[in-house]
């Protein structure tokens, strides 16, 4: 393991220097509740969203969306369809903030980057054998420059999962880290697939190996488990992110990803980030939604607003 | 023949374990059917009663922490030892006029033994795991209230006085006993025969002497936790003593029910909430 | 672009109120033989939402009287039709559930987000437990033939009015027993709401009679010579001249009183549900609770961990009206309650504790208390030892399992107590030494029909939930020869 303690405190930076050591550090944390996780998350949920706040949560929510096509299916002209929607989200209302990115494998990076031209929307590429992370690091560290070479701003890696949950914690914090490198100016998110480390303790842990090694986002699912972004989850992971600000004043970002489907759910989100992390990470620079149907139902939830009646998806553009 | 003297015991009180006169060296005559002298007993003062208090204070952490086994171990140590002396208990509730007495010494011994039985499956009888809705597990547990100040009758009567003491220290209660007059020299036989069962020092202490002038210091005693009023036979008595007990909401027994609900009397209800989860 | 959350009122029409309200006594809603009326009013506004009769000892009598009658044929109807009636309750409570927190929301001045979560679901639970028990009493753990007591007087606090009559009137009716029951001099208006409740249910006259007021009807409840339990809940010291009136007569008595519970908080703690846990333990429904946690116990080498991470949730408290779906802290309950908590938050700072106040901003009219936290503060230190029953936290801290303990026992109360800990040996031991009744484990004022509650020591006796709570309205029956 190769300490980063440039970027970190001593303390962390103590935590890193051997495998050891790393896992000492990651087994004094405090430990999680999930009860009482979960029961935090629903009394958050409760919160009543209403008028002016839903109407300025649904503006936030769609600029913060990478609007996401993972598919074995996909093309390019189906990678250009979604860059116009993320462009323009309804052609017909101007206001309407872009998306966030759009959020592609490796090989439509670069159709993304030519139909995103010109916007503020940025490409994001999964890599390093999305989405089960099953291959050698060599083959990881190359999925990633291709993905960066072909124009990705920011690179959605996972996770070793099978190495995490044998208790080689060194070899997936070597692995973000390598990443990282491989990144160069591409921002990292760094995907913790939590529907598989299954307790709340695994998802504090892997937040912290993963914001220790470099991570800029830490981010919930793949959207190929089950299950994918969840509240308690994601209020975990947020609590941890607010903890690793504490200690190194560096805000790391965070993005649930997956299941995500209704305005209700996204709004849910924004209450969750505001009342753990504060107003400071309501921005697309610091909080994500991996989506794909979400974002016409921010459109339709928004028409309602403005218009007063009850909206169809016939008058939203399908992709 | 035996022209040898009788060496008589000198009727003391029982107090940790020790058998100490009354600090205000007071005795009361108790004298048999026929009006001949048996014995100068010692009057507890309200001082002794502080102190019986004391001692039975000090020994309930020990007592309530024995296991449920153990203490039933001890309780039926005590009907071993008492039936081994039944004889003189025959004698002493003879003389006090009780009739047919050794059937009733057998019974006194059958009630211990009852109870010493209970002292493991109160906790499954009176206790529950509660099937609260959402993710926790949820019991609760009888627990010993503490220290109980007993009561008992001028009747003597050595069945209710083994049921009066059983049912408060078979949970893990310690207990001060107050024995008026007549019945006063079958408890002091009950102390001796305490103190040489394995019962520890401090869980059972005998007060012999006057209800009316001991209890009311029991009862308004904040270090008493519970209070059987069921010897009390005047009814303003008791009537003031529930009320003074009230001072720091003594659990209060009016009248000595049978069966668990005695044992009820001296128990809390303890439920514990956790969460289950991974 | 910010996001910040609009006012979110529950809408109130779905309650109305009788400016001018009856007893309710023998089935019907009649008038207080006394003529005489009190106010209640929205602590949140100051606004008065209706006159109440005030109840004489003759209105007493005649509630008593009626339940007398009443018993005879309820004690005597089969369990299982007595069932059918209490589920009657409990589906009608399931139904008028909104119209319900409205109201209690309104009457008493807690967030309608705690009256509609917690109350109210709480409250047709309790009635759908207790009916299930109706025809089941050979299983209470009295022994066979298990009788009811007769008529027993209840009287019951302000600060969960609805739930705590659920509390009372449901095993009570389960057991056979009629009830006369007095709610609160400030918070009638959910009991009365209650009393249609049984109208609709069409529950045979005499069974619930409800009589309000204040202290005097309640003492010409406990004193009425022809009751034969009395059920009370508050303070301990009312608690105290109940068991001093019962003294000397037949009646039973339960008691549900004070507590300054411990909550303590080991090193090895879950901080973050922690953090939820302390505020769930004394902030809910503004701390006007009998078992909240209103001294927290830490672990020195955790405290300044634990207090980085407990102002800045604090802070997050929103503070306000009541009926707004976001509001987290209501309103104190009445101009009284929040004299008496200025009063020992005041000898907080005389006693050199160090006061933190939430920077919440107040409502102009109404009563009101920020979320406050004391540190530095000593055992011997009234807000450490007296029950404030307002949003103010103690704290103080230990460096050992036994100091601990010895601490959160130090009080002549044993209501409750929580322990935060990730070692589940040590949870048990520590949870086995505390003299409390109700112990919550990684978690703080959760409550459940099926799960006892009451204290130890000068917390009260007896047991309300579960089949314990059943216990309290049944005594042994004559075994049958």
Redesign the interface.
Known sequence: MKSIGSTLTSQLADATTSESSLKNFLFGL???????????AAMLS?????????A??I??AISMIDLTTLEGMDTASKVRTLCAKGRHPDISDRTIPTVAAICVYGDMAKIAKEALAGSNVKVAAVATAFPSGRASLKVKILDTQEAVQNGADEIDMVIDRGAFLSGQYGKVFDEIQQIKIACGDAHLKVILETGEL???DNVKRASWLSMLAGADFIKTSTGKVQPAATLPVTL?ML?TIRDFE?ITNHKIGMKPAGGIRTTKDALKY?VLV??TLS?EW?TPDLFRLGASSLLNDLLMQRKKLQSGHYHSLDYVSMD | MNDSLDVKRTAKLYINGAFPRSESGRTFVVNDQNNKFLANVSKASRKDARDAVVAARSAFNKWSDASAYNRGQVIYRIAEILQGRSPQFIAELESAGVKKAAPHVLEAIDKIVWYAGFSDKISMVVGSANPVAGKFFNFSIPEPTGVVAVCVSNEPSLVNLVSQISAAIVSGNTVVVVVPENSSLIAVSLAEVLATSDVPAGVVNILTGDSAELAPWLASHLDVNAMDLSGISDKNLKTELEASAATNLKRILRTFPDGLSAIKTYVEIKTVWHPQGF | MTFEYAPAPESRSIVSINPKNKLFIGGEFIDAKSGEYFQTTNPATEEVLAEISLASAKDVDAAVVAARKAFKSWSKLSGSQRAKYIYRIARIIQERSRELAVLETLDNGKPIRESRDVDVPLVAAHFFHYAGWADKLEYAGVGPNPRPLGVVGQVIPWNFPLLMLAWKIAPALAAGNTVVLKPAETTSLSALLFAEICQQAQLPAGVVNIVTGAGETGKALVNHPDINKVAFTGSTEVGRQIAKAVAGTNKKLTLELGGKAANIVFEDAPLDQTVEGIVDGIFFNQGHVCCAGSRLLVQESIHDDLMSLLYPRLELLRVGDPMDKNTDVGAINSAEQLKKIHELANSGDEQGAVRWTSSCPLPGTGFWFAPTVFTNVSQSHRIATEEIFGPVLSVLTFRTPDEAIDKANNTPYGLSAGIWSDKGSRILEVAAKLRAGVIWANTFNKFDPTSPFGGYKESGYGREGGRQGLEAYLEAGVAHE
């Open positions: 405090s430990p999680v509740d999930q009860v009482g996780a979960n029961a935090r409760t919160r009543s969203i209403k008028t002016t706040a839903k300025a949560g503006d936030l299954k307790t709340y975990v609590q504490k924004l505001k009342e107003d309501l």
